[in-house]
Each structure stands twice: as structure tokens, then as C-alpha cells.
């Protein structure tokens, strides 16, 4: 089934895409460039309803056939949040059933439909390759790992709760740039079946902030996202 529904998404957790957008300072003499739109207009709305109604089915399809048990009824959704940065998440709802959120701000940045088709297939990746549970796996253990230090090292209270939220938050960063090229690669493969382009949409990257090879960062450089993609492009 496919649904778009206008809502405020409060309290979600999942992958988040977000981009940054950095406005520079103007020499002397220039004109300020306008800010980007933060709402789409009738045109990125519809082009919004035409990308779910061939991305979603296709995502459907790939989750059922790589899957067992797996709930693949994704239902997407729109946060109509106002002043919020461009971003898309995935996450589940209390039934199991996975959601793909929007927020007004990418819909209105992304520049053309393969873009906003391959962000879809990405987040949709996330789901099929339970990257959500595996953090949240990740993220337990880290914090088992750092109560447990904090306990040996014969810390308080209060030192072991700060060292089981630290242990927690290096757990879930773990692995979460090799969840996002998983991501990636799903994504293309998703993105190309549902008639797009997986090369051109992955260009949204270059409207991203290059988070380069950070420790512990949580997404990889976007020239190793960009190879990933055309990898597997190259082999479709």
C-alpha cells in the first residue's frame, strides 16, 4: 500500500540525511544569493506523489524478496514541520511498520527526479537491511561495554550513567558509515528498477557538507558514496 500523509513527526529516530545549507558572507560590492526554498511548490509536489507511487512499490518488492518475516508495507509520510533543514529519515511506528519521512525542505531542494528517487530507495535500504536494529543492537552493547569499564574503574553513580550513554553512542556510530554505503548500494539497485537514474539522483550528494573520513563520523565521504554508487550502477 502506499500513503502520503501531511503530518508533524515528532520523536522519530532512523537515518537522517540532513543538509547544511552554509551561506557565505557576500565580498563587498556583491549581492547576497537568495535562500533556498523551504517549501515546494505545486510542481515538486507532484513530482513528490510520482516518485512515491514508483519508488514504493518497487521498495516493497525488494524487501519481500531479500526478507523473511520483515514488515515491507512502507508507509511514507511528509513532515510539515516549518524552519527545519532539509532532511529524510527512516524509522518504524509502534506496529513494526516502516516509515519513510520527508520533510518540506528536501522536497523542495532536490533538483530533479532522479534525486529525489535515489534519497527514497536509500532510505528505504535502510528498512530492507535492518540497519535501525542493528544500531540499536550496537548501541546496547556499547553501553554494556561502558558500564562495565566504568564499573571496573570503580567510578559513582553518576560516572557509570555518563559512561553507559558514551558507550552507547560510540556503539551506535560504529558501523553506521558502512550501513550508509549498504544504503547506497540497495538504493541504486532500487532507484534504477523504478525507471531512474541511480548516478544523476546521487548527485544530491554534492549539495551535502563533505563530511570527509571523521573518526567516528556517522556518514562516509561522499566521493567513497559516489563510487559505491557508480559500482553498482556499472554492474545493472
Given at each position: 500500500?502506499?500513503?502520503?500523509?501531511?503530518?508533524?513527526?515528532?520523536?522519530?529516530?532512523?537515518?537522517?540525511?540532513?543538509?547544511?545549507?552554509?551561506?557565505?558572507?557576500?565580498?563587498?560590492?556583491?549581492?547576497?544569493?537568495?535562500?533556498?526554498?523551504?517549501?515546494?511548490?505545486?510542481?515538486?509536489?507532484?513530482?513528490?506523489?510520482?516518485?512515491?507511487?514508483?519508488?514504493?512499490?518497487?521498495?516493497?518488492?525488494?524487501c519481500?524478496?531479500?526478507?523473511?518475516?520483515?514488515?515491507c508495507?512502507?508507509?511514507?509520510?511528509?513532515?510539515?514541520?516549518p524552519?527545519?533543514?532539509?532532511?529524510?529519515?527512516?524509522?518504524?511506528?509502534?506496529?513494526?511498520?516502516?516509515?519513510?519521512?520527508?520533510?518540506?525542505?528536501?522536497?523542495?531542494?532536490?533538483?530533479?527526479?532522479?534525486?529525489?528517487?535515489?534519497?527514497?530507495?536509500?532510505?528505504?535500504a535502510?528498512?530492507?537491511?535492518?540497519?535501525?536494529?542493528?544500531?540499536?543492537?550496537?548501541?546496547?552493547?556499547?553501553?554494556?561495554?561502558?558500564?562495565?569499564?566504568?564499573?571496573?574503574?570503580?567510578?559513582?553513580?553518576?560516572?557509570?550513567?555518563?559512561?553507559?550513554?558514551?558507550?552507547?553512542?560510540?556503539?551506535?556510530?560504529?558501523?553506521?558509515?558502512?550501513?550508509?554505503?549498504?544504503?547506497?548500494?540497495?538504493?541504486?539497485?532500487?532507484?534504477?528498477?523504478?525507471?531512474?537514474?541511480?548516478?544523476r539522483?546521487?548527485?544530491?550528494?554534492?549539495?551535502?557538507?563533505?563530511?570527509?573520513?571523521?573518526?567516528?563520523?556517522?556518514?562516509?565521504?561522499?566521493?567513497?558514496?559516489?563510487?559505491?554508487?557508480?559500482?553498482?550502477?556499472?554492474?545493472?
Amino acid at each position: 500500500m502506499r500513503w502520503i500523509i501531511l503530518m508533524s513527526m515528532i520523536g522519530l529516530t532512523g537515518c537522517v540525511s540532513t543538509v547544511q545549507t552554509q551561506q557565505p558572507k557576500p565580498a563587498p560590492q556583491q549581492v547576497a544569493k537568495a535562500p533556498k526554498p523551504t517549501k515546494p511548490n505545486r510542481a515538486q509536489q507532484q513530482q513528490f506523489v510520482q516518485i512515491v507511487k514508483s519508488v514504493e512499490p518497487v521498495a516493497e518488492r525488494e524487501c519481500r524478496a531479500r526478507t523473511k518475516g520483515m514488515n515491507c508495507d512502507f508507509k511514507i509520510v511528509v513532515d510539515d514541520r516549518p524552519n527545519q533543514p532539509p532532511n529524510a529519515f527512516q524509522t518504524v511506528d509502534k506496529s513494526g511498520r516502516p516509515i519513510l519521512a520527508f520533510n518540506l525542505a528536501l522536497i523542495a531542494q532536490v533538483r530533479n527526479k532522479d534525486e529525489l528517487a535515489f534519497v527514497m530507495g536509500h532510505e528505504a535500504a535502510h528498512h530492507i537491511r535492518g540497519h535501525l536494529s542493528r544500531q540499536q543492537q550496537n548501541a546496547a552493547a556499547g553501553a554494556i561495554v561502558g558500564a562495565g569499564i566504568a564499573a571496573i574503574l570503580g567510578v559513582n553513580t553518576s560516572g557509570i550513567d555518563a559512561a553507559t550513554d558514551v558507550g552507547a553512542s560510540v556503539g551506535a556510530r560504529s558501523y553506521s558509515k558502512n550501513y550508509e554505503l549498504e544504503a547506497d548500494a540497495l538504493g541504486t539497485i532500487i532507484t534504477h528498477k523504478a525507471g531512474y537514474n541511480p548516478v544523476r539522483g546521487a548527485q544530491f550528494f554534492s549539495q551535502l557538507p563533505d563530511p570527509g573520513n571523521r573518526f567516528l563520523g556517522t556518514h562516509p565521504p561522499n566521493a567513497q558514496r559516489m563510487q559505491t554508487v557508480r559500482k553498482v550502477a556499472s554492474q545493472l
